[in-house]
């Protein structure tokens, strides 16, 4: 309760959003007695009302239970793509900033290459090729994204290894793989573990985006991106469809960035 | 009579975590050919006593007491007045070269922004007098170091630069902080000779913080040490280096490394040193001191004169006796 | 006996060029931080190397302790030749030889707790079972006069000096033979380098270390070393036992910087500076006596002839043609 009470308000609430999202995941039956995917013919696009808080789409399925329903699937996403590439880049920018010159200017090409195109064309140009599907969506962010985080990793890396601590390890006989996991992984890892949260929010809207798109989480899987996809149709008429998923995602975001914010200030290294 | 008189100057900083009371009740002067070393460890408030008398501290600074200017209170003074004051008759030296000068301006231009505010110099005269003051700080091809940016000096000359824009109004006093302390002893050496010379020929009056005890010694007239925010003993360097007469001077001259045998254990100060923001009631020193009486831990000794122009603020004055063998 | 030998080494460091200088052609240039070195560490001693800022100190200790591989010369310790060895051989190398390192502050993992930092040493070198290495580290921060309690508790948590003792406490955890500590009071409060140089003479008298103290102190030199290496832009240009140095200096350089350095002896002010001019860039070194631009008594012969560390006639050796 005291570690509590020293936490700063923003993180406490980012962590509160990201807990209701798990609690969602966990267990959607808890926050709603509607079935998501049973159809009700007698509330077609019913605007949000107290029975349905947000409304129905055109077959009467509840949006609230649709909405809460997809939240295991996104934080799934959330997850899964971000800790592919960031396991990936964080193991690359590792090897690259302690190793340096030839290695790093490979990289460096590497990186140029990659960073050439925006991140969501490459993706889905990707996906387009592998076919659609949440599994092939992770090998398209992975192969993508761990750029980001090896480019991290590296710049932190490159700073560590040249800290006296370092050079002490040296002296005192230690081997390379002590090295880096026992000395400068610890130490390197905070931008990447902030980056990987705040990523969170961005996986989810790029898993909502190929959801949307037909790409990511094929229906009848209830996913945000999907549900917002579903509303299209009906945004003139009955708004709320896409509205409310719209909502929950904005939200969800928040909760990542919080978290990963408040996280940077607590991860900070006492000097 | 002091050129520069400093009476219970105090200066307090509001932190996020609540007021530190950096300098506390200091007071000295400073006469013209004078130089006055103020001396003490890290942290002990010789930067913040020294910026605080031409109004140099940061806005969370609130500072009180009384600072005169040959008589006049440099405090109360309009900006205009202050302005004029400031870089003129009185200059300053900052503990930082890289960061006092500025990046993207010549030196050249550095020097001739001062001249142009403080005398009355056409051009032709102004650079002329540029590539004087060059040469007086030891920089040599003057003319062309002119048109150089900061960043083409070494370390040594940048320093010497700051002293060269310092010095471009013949300023009547120099306020130096730490002006040697990131040098090398033969550049420190070369520039504690110059301005001991300005000192000597000019008539100038210095103000010289230091932590380096040698650099009091062989430099200063007189010498104040602080500690924790405030004076513990005042006097000239021969009184004060050579009979001390507060205990943690006493402490501080008897951990040097001096003319012992060599090899012979050093006397160390036990303890850390003080920290500014939890201070303590009594004498800031106490709870480091081998002198101590029961009234030290809870009544603050104040500054009484020991001898004509030596004072100090040790309840064991009396007892430290024996001289420094330095 | 010589414990530590050091014969010839250089260590240069390329210089980055930018564009300009690629496209006008402007040849390679390299920093010149080690350049010729010879040296003797001998059994038991303190040997001060001094010189300022940037005459190669630092570097020449990493060279000594492998951290970095000098580019000529040899280096031999307790008569194995040190640059060759590999592997275990390396690792037994660095039991013998520690160093101590000048930023308390970054020289000590942040994110390890001080039991740990030093429980590692002794677990990656196996001196001692693993069930008592709580035990020995105990021992080693009472050597170095911490408290128990500090094993638990993390760098930040502790002021300059203790961690420097930290950094003490970790190197004597291998049980070394030979401690190079390049200015390892420097950072600190002038009030606690007292008990720093004291925890060095003591810990050297009880363990039988054999010390290479850098710093630019020469107050604390004088003091505390047996003998002394001055060395000026690279090369040493002086060495001997440093109470015979500082009342007889040899070389013109070690001679204005003995009288540079301010004595805490109120008044002793005089007029002249003990030598003008700065040190010149490493990147291009003066032909002939690297001091000859500042040399107060420099002949022609000076700035052509480079001079050897040689006798000269004296009882140690000195690198001035005009010395002897
Ligand atoms: N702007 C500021 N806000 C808050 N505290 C400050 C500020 N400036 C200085 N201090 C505090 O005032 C105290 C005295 O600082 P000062 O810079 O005068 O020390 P010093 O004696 O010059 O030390 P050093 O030898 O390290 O330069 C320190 O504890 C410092 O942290
Ligand atoms: N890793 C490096 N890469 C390039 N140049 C270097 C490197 N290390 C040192 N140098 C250069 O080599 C020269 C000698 O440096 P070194 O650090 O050995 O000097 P030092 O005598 O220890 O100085 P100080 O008293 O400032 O610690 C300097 O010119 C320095 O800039
Ligand atoms: S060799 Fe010449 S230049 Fe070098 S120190 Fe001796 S006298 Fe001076
Ligand atoms: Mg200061
Ligand atoms: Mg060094």
Same mark, same amino acid.
């Given at each position: ?13 980012? /962590? ?28 077609? /696009? ?41 396991? +990936? ?103 990447? $573990? ?28 209830? *996913?945000?991106?999907? +549900? ?14 896409? $509205? ?13 960035? /919080? ?6 200030? $607590?991860? *900070?290294?006492?000097? | ?12 900083? !509001? ?11 200091? !007071? ?34 609130? #500072? ?27 200059? #300053? ?47 040599? !091809? ?185 | ?37 010879? @040296? ?71 994110? %390890? ?9 002794? %677990? ?18 009472? @050597? ?38 390049? =200015? ?24 039988? @270390? ?13 003091? %505390? ?46 007029? =002249? ?5 700065? @040190? ?45």
């Amino acid at each position: 309760m005291r570690l509590f009470k020293r936490l700063p308000a923003p993180l406490l609430l980012g /962590l509160a959003i990201l807990a209701l999202m798990a609690a969602f995941a966990i267990a959607p039956g808890a926050f709603t007695p509607y079935d998501p995917l049973g159809f009700d013919f007698s509330a077609l /696009l019913a605007a949000p009302s107290l029975a349905h808080p947000f409304g129905t789409d055109q077959f009467g399925r509840d949006l609230l239970a649709r909405s809460i329903s997809a939240t295991a699937i996104d934080l799934q996403i959330a997850l899964f793509a971000t800790i592919f590439p960031g396991l +990936l880049g964080t193991l690359i920018g590792l090897l690259v900033g302690w190793y340096g010159g030839v290695v790093d200017a490979l990289f460096g090409r590497l990186v140029d290459l990659v960073v050439t195109f925006p991140f969501l064309v490459l993706v889905i140009a990707i996906v387009a090729v592998l076919g659609p599907g949440l599994v092939n969506m992770y090998i398209a962010v992975t192969i993508v994204g761990w750029v980001f985080y090896a480019r991290l990793m590296r710049s932190e890396v490159m700073v560590q290894k040249n800290g006296e601590y370092i050079a002490a390890c040296k002296v005192l006989g230690y081997s390379t793989p002590r090295i880096l996991f026992r000395h400068i992984l610890p130490n390197a890892i905070r931008p990447v $573990l902030v980056y990987a949260v705040t990523d969170m929010a961005l996986a989810i809207l790029l898993g909502s985006s190929l959801g949307y798109l037909g790409l990511g989480a094929q229906p009848p899987e209830a *996913e945000w991106g999907v +549900l917002i996809a579903d509303g299209k149709n009906f945004f003139t008429t009955a708004p709320w469809i896409a $509205l409310f998923p719209g909502t929950v995602i904005v939200i969800a975001g928040l909760g990542f960035s /919080l978290t990963g914010d408040g996280l940077a200030d $607590l991860l *900070e290294v006492k000097r | 009579m002091s050129l520069l008189s400093v009476e219970n100057l105090h200066v307090t900083f !509001s932190t996020p975590r609540g007021p530190v009371h950096a300098v506390d009740g200091v !007071s000295f002067g400073v006469g013209a050919g004078e130089v006055l070393g103020i001396v003490g460890e890290s942290g002990s408030g010789k930067s913040v006593t020294l910026r605080a008398i031409p109004k140099l501290l940061h806005a969370n600074a609130t #500072v009180s007491g009384t600072v005169r200017w040959r008589g006049e209170d440099l405090h109360a003074m309009d900006d205009a007045r202050l302005r004029a004051v400031r870089g003129g008759q009185v200059a #300053v030296v900052f503990q930082e070269p890289m960061s006092a000068l500025n990046p993207v301006l010549p030196i050249g231009v550095q020097i001739d922004e001062v001249l142009t505010a403080h005398t009355q110099f056409d051009a032709a005269a102004r650079r002329k007098r540029g590539i004087e003051l060059l040469g007086l700080v030891g920089i040599a !091809s003057a003319a062309t170091r002119l048109g150089q940016f900061p960043h083409e000096f070494s370390g040594g000359m940048r320093q010497r630069a700051m002293i060269a824009i310092a010095l471009a109004a013949a300023p009547a006093l120099l306020l130096a902080d730490e002006p040697t302390t990131a040098l090398d002893v033969t550049i420190q050496d070369q520039i504690l000779k110059l301005l001991l010379r300005l000192v000597g020929e000019l008539g100038m009056a210095l103000v010289l913080v230091t932590h380096d005890l040698g650099v009091v010694a062989e430099t200063c007239d007189r010498v104040a040490v602080m500690y924790a925010g405030r004076l513990c003993e005042t006097g000239t360097v021969h009184d004060v280096f050579l009979r001390p007469h507060h205990a943690y001077t006493h402490a501080l001259l008897r951990s040097m490394p001096g003319e012992g045998a060599a090899r012979s254990m050093l006397v160390p100060i036990p303890g850390q040193p003080p920290r500014i923001d939890a201070p303590v009631p009594g004498c800031a020193f106490a709870p480091r001191c081998t002198f101590t009486e029961a009234r030290c831990a809870t009544t603050r000794p104040a500054l009484v004169a020991m001898a004509d122009g030596h004072e100090s603020a040790c309840y064991a004055a009396a007892r430290l006796g024996s001289e420094i063998a330095a | 006996m010589s414990l530590l030998s050091v014969r010839g080494i250089s260590k240069r460091f390329p210089a980055r060029r930018g564009m300009v200088d690629m496209l006008r052609g402007r040849p390679k240039l390299a920093v010149h931080a080690v350049e010729q070195v010879s @040296l003797e560490v001998f059994r038991g001693e303190t040997l001060g190397i001094v010189g300022e800022s940037g005459c190669g100190k630092s570097t020449l200790a990493r060279c000594l302790v492998r951290l970095h591989e000098p580019d000529a010369g040899a280096i031999d310790f307790d008569g194995a030749d040190v640059l060759g060895l590999a592997g275990p051989e390396r690792r037994a190398f660095n039991r013998r030889v520690q160093m101590v390192f000048q930023d308390p502050y970054s020289s000590l993992n942040p994110r %390890m707790t001080v039991g740990a930092t030093l429980g590692e040493a002794l %677990m990656v070198h196996n001196v001692v079972p693993k069930a008592e290495i709580p035990r020995r580290v105990r021992e080693l921060l009472d @050597l170095v006069h911490l408290m128990e309690n500090a094993a638990e508790r993390y760098p930040h948590e502790f002021s300059g000096g203790q961690r420097q003792r930290i950094g003490i406490a970790r190197a004597l955890a291998v049980e070394p033979s030979l401690i190079i500590a390049d =200015e390892p009071v420097s950072a600190l409060d002038v009030s606690v380098q007292a008990a720093i140089v004291n925890l060095f003479m003591e810990l050297q008298d009880r363990l039988g @270390l054999t010390l290479v103290f850098i710093t630019h102190d020469l107050r604390l030199v004088k003091h %505390m070393t047996h003998r002394v290496a001055v060395m000026y832009l690279g090369r040493i240009v002086e060495v001997g036992p440093t109470a015979e140095i500082f009342a007889a200096p040899r070389h013109p350089y070690t001679q204005a910087l003995i009288r540079a350095v301010p004595q805490v002896k109120p008044g002793r002010r005089s007029g =002249e500076a003990a030598v003008m001019g700065e @040190l010149p860039s490493p990147l291009n070194p003066p032909p002939g006596c690297a001091f000859h631009p500042r040399c107060p008594v420099a002949t022609a012969a000076c700035r052509e002839t480079v001079p050897g560390l040689e006798a000269r006639g004296g009882a140690w050796d000195v690198a001035c043609l005009l010395a002897g």
